[in-house]
Protein backbone atom coordinates (compact mmCIF):
# COMPACT_ATOMS: atom_id res chain seq x y z
CA UNK A 1 0.00 0.00 0.00
CA UNK A 2 1.19 3.54 -0.72
CA UNK A 3 1.59 6.20 1.63
CA UNK A 4 -1.10 8.47 0.01
CA UNK A 5 -3.70 6.02 0.28
CA UNK A 6 -2.74 4.56 4.11
CA UNK A 7 -6.28 5.00 6.21
CA UNK A 8 -6.81 7.62 8.73
CA UNK A 9 -8.14 5.06 11.51
CA UNK A 10 -7.26 1.12 11.83
CA UNK A 11 -8.79 -1.27 14.76
CA UNK A 12 -7.03 -4.24 15.53
CA UNK A 13 -8.45 -7.31 17.76
CA UNK A 14 -6.18 -9.08 19.85
CA UNK A 15 -6.06 -11.94 22.33
CA UNK A 16 -5.49 -12.65 26.31
CA UNK A 17 -3.38 -15.80 27.22
CA UNK A 18 -3.31 -18.38 29.79
CA UNK A 19 0.02 -20.53 30.08
CA UNK A 20 -0.19 -23.98 29.87
CA UNK A 21 2.92 -24.45 31.11
CA UNK A 22 5.04 -22.00 32.68
CA UNK A 23 8.45 -23.72 33.75
CA UNK A 24 11.04 -20.23 35.72
CA UNK A 25 14.84 -20.57 36.08
CA UNK A 26 16.37 -19.05 37.99
CA UNK A 27 16.85 -15.04 37.90
CA UNK A 28 19.69 -13.82 35.53
CA UNK A 29 22.49 -11.91 37.32
CA UNK A 30 22.36 -8.73 35.49
CA UNK A 31 19.32 -8.52 34.44
CA UNK A 32 16.96 -9.97 37.00
CA UNK A 33 15.05 -11.61 33.92
CA UNK A 34 14.24 -15.06 34.40
CA UNK A 35 14.85 -17.77 31.95
CA UNK A 36 11.20 -19.71 30.87
CA UNK A 37 10.57 -22.39 29.47
CA UNK A 38 6.29 -22.09 28.74
CA UNK A 39 3.27 -22.62 26.40
CA UNK A 40 1.63 -20.13 25.22
CA UNK A 41 -2.46 -19.97 24.54
CA UNK A 42 -4.97 -17.28 23.12
CA UNK A 43 -8.05 -17.45 23.83
CA UNK A 44 -11.04 -15.71 22.33
CA UNK A 45 -11.19 -12.68 25.18
CA UNK A 46 -10.10 -10.15 23.01
CA UNK A 47 -9.41 -5.71 24.02
CA UNK A 48 -9.85 -4.02 20.37
CA UNK A 49 -7.54 -1.27 19.65
CA UNK A 50 -8.51 1.91 17.83
CA UNK A 51 -5.59 4.17 16.42
CA UNK A 52 -6.31 7.36 14.50
CA UNK A 53 -4.06 10.31 13.11
CA UNK A 54 -3.20 12.88 15.57
CA UNK A 55 -1.22 16.00 16.53
CA UNK A 56 -0.54 14.05 19.54
CA UNK A 57 -0.22 10.72 21.59
CA UNK A 58 -3.52 10.30 23.49
CA UNK A 59 -4.78 7.47 25.22
CA UNK A 60 -8.14 6.62 26.08
CA UNK A 61 -9.71 3.64 28.07
CA UNK A 62 -13.14 2.42 27.61
CA UNK A 63 -14.76 -1.21 27.98
CA UNK A 64 -15.40 -3.20 31.44
CA UNK A 65 -11.77 -3.44 32.27
CA UNK A 66 -11.53 0.26 31.90
CA UNK A 67 -11.14 0.78 35.90
CA UNK A 68 -7.45 1.49 36.89
CA UNK A 69 -5.94 1.43 33.75
CA UNK A 70 -3.53 4.84 33.43
CA UNK A 71 -4.68 6.51 30.58
CA UNK A 72 -0.83 8.28 30.32
CA UNK A 73 2.38 7.60 29.03
CA UNK A 74 3.06 5.06 31.52
CA UNK A 75 1.43 2.70 29.61
CA UNK A 76 2.95 0.18 27.73
CA UNK A 77 0.01 0.69 24.56
CA UNK A 78 0.91 4.44 24.91
CA UNK A 79 5.12 3.30 24.77
CA UNK A 80 4.16 0.73 22.02
CA UNK A 81 2.84 3.82 19.94
CA UNK A 82 6.72 5.68 20.73
CA UNK A 83 8.64 2.84 20.17
CA UNK A 84 6.85 2.40 16.58
CA UNK A 85 7.52 5.92 15.35
CA UNK A 86 11.57 5.82 16.20
CA UNK A 87 11.65 2.28 14.22
CA UNK A 88 10.15 3.97 11.29
CA UNK A 89 12.33 6.59 11.51
CA UNK A 90 15.69 3.88 11.58
CA UNK A 91 14.30 1.20 9.95
CA UNK A 92 12.49 3.07 7.01
CA UNK A 93 14.62 5.83 6.52
CA UNK A 94 11.08 8.31 6.71
CA UNK A 95 10.78 11.09 8.63
CA UNK A 96 8.53 9.52 11.99
CA UNK A 97 4.81 9.16 10.97
CA UNK A 98 2.20 11.72 12.76
CA UNK A 99 1.06 10.56 16.47
CA UNK A 100 -1.74 8.43 16.98
CA UNK A 101 -4.58 8.78 19.14
CA UNK A 102 -5.44 5.25 20.97
CA UNK A 103 -9.02 3.99 22.10
CA UNK A 104 -8.02 0.56 24.12
CA UNK A 105 -11.37 -1.45 24.72
CA UNK A 106 -10.75 -3.57 27.75
CA UNK A 107 -12.28 -6.84 27.93
CA UNK A 108 -9.52 -9.00 29.36
CA UNK A 109 -9.17 -8.69 32.95
CA UNK A 110 -6.70 -6.05 34.16
CA UNK A 111 -3.54 -7.01 35.83
CA UNK A 112 -4.52 -10.78 36.33
CA UNK A 113 -2.12 -12.85 34.53
CA UNK A 114 -3.51 -13.19 30.91
CA UNK A 115 -1.42 -10.36 29.76
CA UNK A 116 -3.99 -7.99 28.44
CA UNK A 117 -1.28 -4.96 28.96
CA UNK A 118 0.87 -6.68 26.30
CA UNK A 119 -2.10 -7.60 23.69
CA UNK A 120 -2.81 -4.14 23.88
CA UNK A 121 0.91 -2.90 22.93
CA UNK A 122 0.81 -5.71 20.36
CA UNK A 123 -2.58 -4.24 19.17
CA UNK A 124 -0.92 -0.82 18.73
CA UNK A 125 1.99 -1.75 17.01
CA UNK A 126 0.00 -3.87 14.19
CA UNK A 127 -3.05 -0.85 13.93
CA UNK A 128 -0.52 1.82 14.01
CA UNK A 129 1.53 -0.52 11.44
CA UNK A 130 -1.35 -0.63 9.32
CA UNK A 131 -2.02 3.32 9.54
CA UNK A 132 1.33 4.22 8.51
CA UNK A 133 1.37 2.16 5.30
CA UNK A 134 2.49 -1.34 6.62
CA UNK A 135 6.22 0.02 6.06
CA UNK A 136 7.50 -2.95 8.49
CA UNK A 137 7.16 -6.47 8.21
CA UNK A 138 5.76 -8.70 10.65
CA UNK A 139 9.00 -10.12 11.74
CA UNK A 140 10.28 -6.37 12.39
CA UNK A 141 7.20 -6.28 14.37
CA UNK A 142 8.31 -9.14 16.12
CA UNK A 143 10.91 -7.58 17.47
CA UNK A 144 9.50 -4.08 18.47
CA UNK A 145 7.29 -6.38 20.17
CA UNK A 146 9.98 -8.06 22.09
CA UNK A 147 11.69 -5.20 23.30
CA UNK A 148 8.78 -3.82 24.79
CA UNK A 149 7.66 -7.06 26.98
CA UNK A 150 8.36 -10.65 27.30
CA UNK A 151 4.12 -11.19 26.62
CA UNK A 152 4.07 -8.51 23.87
CA UNK A 153 5.63 -11.25 20.54
CA UNK A 154 2.54 -13.81 21.41
CA UNK A 155 -0.25 -11.54 21.24
CA UNK A 156 0.82 -10.59 17.58
CA UNK A 157 0.99 -13.92 16.82
CA UNK A 158 -1.28 -16.09 18.87
CA UNK A 159 -2.37 -19.79 18.62
CA UNK A 160 -0.33 -21.88 20.73
CA UNK A 161 3.64 -21.40 21.15
CA UNK A 162 6.44 -22.39 23.27
CA UNK A 163 8.37 -19.45 24.26
CA UNK A 164 11.98 -19.74 25.53
CA UNK A 165 14.14 -16.89 26.40
CA UNK A 166 12.20 -14.58 28.42
CA UNK A 167 9.17 -15.69 27.30
CA UNK A 168 9.39 -13.73 23.47
CA UNK A 169 11.39 -16.98 21.62
CA UNK A 170 8.62 -18.04 19.99
CA UNK A 171 7.99 -21.41 17.95
CA UNK A 172 4.30 -22.42 16.79
CA UNK A 173 2.79 -25.79 18.32
CA UNK A 174 0.91 -28.09 16.75
CA UNK A 175 -1.98 -29.16 18.67
CA UNK A 176 -5.65 -30.87 17.66
CA UNK A 177 -8.82 -29.17 18.18
CA UNK A 178 -10.14 -26.60 20.52
CA UNK A 179 -10.00 -26.10 24.73
CA UNK A 180 -12.69 -24.53 26.45
CA UNK A 181 -12.22 -22.83 29.37
CA UNK A 182 -14.06 -20.93 32.10
CA UNK A 183 -12.06 -17.66 33.65
CA UNK A 184 -12.50 -16.37 37.31
CA UNK A 185 -11.31 -12.98 37.95
CA UNK A 186 -10.27 -11.79 41.37
CA UNK A 187 -11.07 -8.65 42.16
CA UNK A 188 -7.85 -7.55 43.11
CA UNK A 189 -4.52 -7.94 40.75
CA UNK A 190 -1.56 -9.05 41.29
CA UNK A 191 1.86 -7.35 39.73
CA UNK A 192 4.34 -9.75 37.76
CA UNK A 193 7.40 -7.94 39.68
CA UNK A 194 5.99 -9.44 43.01
CA UNK A 195 5.13 -12.32 41.89
CA UNK A 196 8.14 -13.08 40.55
CA UNK A 197 10.02 -12.09 43.72
CA UNK A 198 7.98 -14.03 45.94
CA UNK A 199 9.46 -17.08 43.95
CA UNK A 200 12.69 -16.21 44.28
CA UNK A 201 12.36 -16.00 47.75
CA UNK A 202 10.60 -19.11 48.54
CA UNK A 203 13.35 -21.39 46.20
CA UNK A 204 16.34 -19.19 48.11
CA UNK A 205 16.98 -17.27 44.76
CA UNK A 206 16.90 -14.18 46.39
CA UNK A 207 20.67 -14.29 47.69
CA UNK A 208 23.99 -14.36 46.32
CA UNK A 209 24.74 -17.72 44.93
CA UNK A 210 26.30 -20.28 47.14
CA UNK A 211 28.93 -23.14 45.57
CA UNK A 212 26.11 -25.50 45.82
CA UNK A 213 23.40 -23.17 44.06
CA UNK A 214 25.32 -21.93 41.48
CA UNK A 215 25.25 -24.81 39.07
CA UNK A 216 21.66 -24.91 39.53
CA UNK A 217 21.04 -21.08 38.89
CA UNK A 218 22.42 -21.37 35.48
CA UNK A 219 19.99 -23.70 34.14
CA UNK A 220 17.53 -22.83 31.77
CA UNK A 221 14.41 -24.45 32.31
CA UNK A 222 13.86 -27.68 29.60
CA UNK A 223 10.62 -27.85 27.38
CA UNK A 224 7.75 -29.31 28.46
CA UNK A 225 7.58 -32.40 26.17
CA UNK A 226 4.40 -34.34 27.79
CA UNK A 227 2.16 -31.33 27.30
CA UNK A 228 3.55 -30.96 23.64
CA UNK A 229 2.83 -34.66 22.98
CA UNK A 230 -0.37 -34.41 24.46
CA UNK A 231 -1.48 -31.08 22.69
CA UNK A 232 -1.28 -32.95 19.70
CA UNK A 233 -3.83 -35.49 21.30
CA UNK A 234 -6.68 -32.54 21.83
CA UNK A 235 -7.87 -34.55 25.07
CA UNK A 236 -8.62 -32.35 27.63
CA UNK A 237 -8.14 -35.10 30.06
CA UNK A 238 -4.44 -35.78 28.87
CA UNK A 239 -3.95 -32.03 28.60
CA UNK A 240 -5.10 -31.63 32.12
CA UNK A 241 -2.79 -33.82 33.14
CA UNK A 242 -0.11 -31.86 32.25
CA UNK A 243 -0.49 -28.52 32.85
CA UNK A 244 2.20 -26.77 34.77
CA UNK A 245 2.67 -23.33 36.50
CA UNK A 246 5.61 -22.44 38.92
CA UNK A 247 4.03 -18.82 39.58
CA UNK A 248 1.35 -20.46 41.23
CA UNK A 249 2.77 -21.33 44.52
CA UNK A 250 3.65 -17.51 45.01
CA UNK A 251 0.50 -16.25 43.53
CA UNK A 252 -1.22 -18.53 46.33
CA UNK A 253 1.32 -17.51 48.87
CA UNK A 254 0.19 -13.68 47.60
CA UNK A 255 -3.36 -14.22 47.77
CA UNK A 256 -4.14 -17.60 49.42
CA UNK A 257 -7.82 -17.10 48.55
CA UNK A 258 -7.37 -18.14 45.75
CA UNK A 259 -7.12 -21.75 46.74
CA UNK A 260 -10.69 -21.50 47.70
CA UNK A 261 -11.34 -20.60 43.53
CA UNK A 262 -9.57 -23.37 42.58
CA UNK A 263 -11.29 -25.93 45.44
CA UNK A 264 -14.45 -24.59 43.82
CA UNK A 265 -13.90 -25.20 40.35
CA UNK A 266 -12.91 -28.93 41.18
CA UNK A 267 -16.34 -29.20 42.88
CA UNK A 268 -18.50 -27.81 40.27
CA UNK A 269 -16.49 -30.53 37.93
CA UNK A 270 -13.89 -28.48 36.38
CA UNK A 271 -11.33 -31.28 34.34
CA UNK A 272 -8.80 -29.26 36.44
CA UNK A 273 -7.85 -25.52 36.80
CA UNK A 274 -4.62 -23.45 37.64
CA UNK A 275 -3.80 -19.72 37.92
CA UNK A 276 -3.55 -18.46 34.92
CA UNK A 277 0.61 -16.55 34.33
CA UNK A 278 1.29 -14.93 37.40
CA UNK A 279 -2.21 -14.67 38.51
CA UNK A 280 -4.85 -14.08 40.25
CA UNK A 281 -7.24 -15.06 37.52
CA UNK A 282 -8.32 -18.81 37.42
CA UNK A 283 -8.31 -20.85 34.28
CA UNK A 284 -10.88 -23.80 34.65
CA UNK A 285 -10.15 -26.24 31.78
CA UNK A 286 -13.55 -28.14 30.64
CA UNK A 287 -14.81 -30.76 28.02
CA UNK A 288 -16.65 -29.07 26.24
CA UNK A 289 -18.26 -25.39 24.92
CA UNK A 290 -22.09 -26.82 26.93
CA UNK A 291 -19.62 -27.61 30.07
CA UNK A 292 -18.01 -24.42 30.43
CA UNK A 293 -21.12 -23.13 30.02
CA UNK A 294 -22.20 -25.69 33.24
CA UNK A 295 -18.79 -24.73 35.21
CA UNK A 296 -19.40 -21.42 34.98
CA UNK A 297 -23.10 -21.47 36.27
CA UNK A 298 -22.19 -23.86 39.23
CA UNK A 299 -18.94 -21.39 39.91
CA UNK A 300 -21.37 -17.88 39.86
CA UNK A 301 -23.36 -20.27 42.71
CA UNK A 302 -21.15 -21.20 44.69
CA UNK A 303 -18.37 -18.02 44.22
CA UNK A 304 -21.05 -15.46 43.66
CA UNK A 305 -18.38 -12.41 44.52
CA UNK A 306 -16.07 -13.91 41.98
CA UNK A 307 -16.78 -12.82 38.33
CA UNK A 308 -16.44 -15.97 35.60
CA UNK A 309 -16.21 -15.88 32.01
CA UNK A 310 -16.06 -18.21 29.44
CA UNK A 311 -13.47 -18.72 26.40
CA UNK A 312 -12.14 -20.80 23.71
CA UNK A 313 -8.48 -21.25 21.98
CA UNK A 314 -6.24 -21.47 20.49
CA UNK A 315 -7.63 -18.15 18.94
CA UNK A 316 -5.56 -16.18 16.21
CA UNK A 317 -3.24 -13.40 16.80
CA UNK A 318 -3.81 -9.78 16.81
CA UNK A 319 -5.95 -8.74 13.41
CA UNK A 320 -6.98 -5.56 11.63
CA UNK A 321 -10.71 -6.24 12.05
CA UNK A 322 -11.19 -2.19 10.51
CA UNK A 323 -9.90 0.32 8.53
CA UNK A 324 -11.24 4.05 7.84
CA UNK A 325 -9.86 6.13 5.14
O1 LIG B 1 8.44 -8.39 30.42
P1 LIG B 1 7.38 -7.84 31.28
O2 LIG B 1 7.40 -6.33 31.34
O3 LIG B 1 6.04 -8.40 31.06
O4 LIG B 1 7.77 -8.31 32.77
C1 LIG B 1 7.33 -7.65 33.94
C2 LIG B 1 8.26 -8.02 35.09
O5 LIG B 1 8.14 -9.43 35.39
C3 LIG B 1 9.74 -7.80 34.81
O6 LIG B 1 10.11 -6.49 35.12
C4 LIG B 1 10.38 -8.81 35.75
O7 LIG B 1 10.39 -8.33 37.08
C5 LIG B 1 9.40 -9.98 35.71
N1 LIG B 1 9.77 -11.02 34.70
C6 LIG B 1 10.85 -11.83 34.94
N2 LIG B 1 11.20 -12.79 34.02
C7 LIG B 1 10.48 -12.96 32.89
C8 LIG B 1 9.37 -12.15 32.62
C9 LIG B 1 9.03 -11.16 33.55
O8 LIG B 1 11.51 -11.71 35.98
N3 LIG B 1 10.84 -13.91 32.01
Known sequence: MSRTDAPRAATVRVPAKVNLALRVGPPDPDSGYHPLATVFHAVDLCDEVTVRRARSTSLQVTGPFREGVPADPTNLAWRAAELLRENYARTCGVRRPSPVAITLEKNIPVAGGMAGGSADAAGVLLAANELWGEELTPLDLQDVAAELGADVPFGLMGGNALGLGRGDELSTVLSQGELHWVFCVATAGLRTPDVYRELDRQLGWDGPPTPETSAARTAAPEPPQELLQALRTGDPHE?????ENDLQAPALALQPGLQATLDAGREVGAVTG????????????????????????GMAALRPEIQVFTATGPAPGARVVDTRH
Not at 239 to 243: E, K
Not at 274 to 297: K, M, Q, Y
Request: aromatic share 0%; net charge negative; hydrophobic share 45%.
Open 274 to 297: LVSGSGPTVALLCESREHAIDVSV
Open 239 to 243: IARHL
